[in-house]
């Protein structure tokens, strides 16, 4: 079992800068890969970033050159560094732990892994 704790979400105007993070604990932080997931209102959940085991990262294409996902083993904690950040990225942000087969693979998706409660980022003048 894994005990999720998201924070950092908030209000920003567009163009602004948010950092969410993201602790684990309660099984080995750093076998896990590791996604932050968001979902709109009346949207399915999605991925917009992983980071697996080995360090290898991914970026939905909405976000990337923008945000950016790391981890620190040590802190059992990830992070999302989310830049430019514009009114389509208002969502709940969720972060995931998965034990995909590969421990080179990346999160599965919504099905998949431990949650945590989710944390509101609402860009808006």
């Known amino acids: 079992q894994v005990r999720i704790v998201e924070s950092g979400g908030g209000l920003v105007q567009p163009g602004g800068s948010l950092r969410l993070s993201c602790e684990a604990s309660?099984?080995?932080?750093?076998?896990?890969?590791m996604g932050w997931y968001r979902q709109g209102p009346g949207d399915e959940r999605v991925m917009v970033a992983g980071?697996?085991?080995?360090?290898?990262?991914t970026y939905t294409d909405a976000v990337k050159g923008r945000f950016t996902i790391t981890r620190d083993n040590g802190k059992e904690t990830v992070y999302l560094e989310m830049k430019d950040l514009k009114p389509e990225d208002t969502a709940v942000y969720y972060c995931?732990?998965?034990?995909?087969?590969?421990?080179?693979?990346?999160?599965?998706?919504?099905?998949?892994?431990?949650w945590g409660q989710g944390t509101q980022v609402t860009v808006s003048a």
């Open positions: 995931n732990a998965d034990l995909p087969p590969l421990y080179t693979d990346f999160p599965r998706g919504p099905t998949f892994g431990f």
């Open positions: 980071i697996s085991s080995t360090l290898s990262t």
């Open positions: 309660g099984s080995i932080f750093s076998q896990y890969s």
